[in-house]
């Protein structure tokens, strides 16, 4: 069974950069397509970012796009979303999932994802 560890959160001035890493326990990661949402207090769970297994097509939100990129090495089990330019919404625990797909070029932002992290908490404050 696919395990994810999420960890790079903390606390960042606005305007401040973060890297956020999602790391999975096993090799057939790279089956998986990988998402990103967050939650903050008081609503709901967000989709954010995806990449498709192959590392190609990321797609994003627009309360993100041109923010946050999203990348993946397969050979290390791990996904990526660096973060830059952060504001103060974007206050939230940040969680990375995992969804089978047959097709490797492919993510959807609207499915959810079959496995997940525990979240790491990310705050923007000055």
């Known amino acids: 069974q696919l395990q994810l560890m999420e960890s790079g959160g903390g606390l960042v001035q606005p305007g401040g950069s973060l890297r956020l890493s999602c790391q999975a326990s096993i090799s057939s990661f790279s089956f998986y397509y990988i998402a990103w949402y967050r939650q903050a207090p008081g609503k709901e769970r967000e989709a954010i970012s995806c990449?498709?297994?192959?590392?190609?097509?990321?797609q994003y939100t627009e309360a993100v796009k041109g923010r946050f990129t999203v990348s993946r090495d397969n050979a290390k089990n791990a996904a990526y979303l660096q973060m830059d330019n952060l504001e103060p919404e974007d206050t939230a625990v940040y969680y990375c999932a995992a969804r089978s797909i047959f097709v490797p070029t492919m993510c959807f932002l609207t499915s959810q994802g079959d496995f997940w992290g525990q979240g790491t908490q990310v705050t923007v404050s000055s």
């Open positions: 990449i498709s297994r192959n590392g190609t097509n990321p």
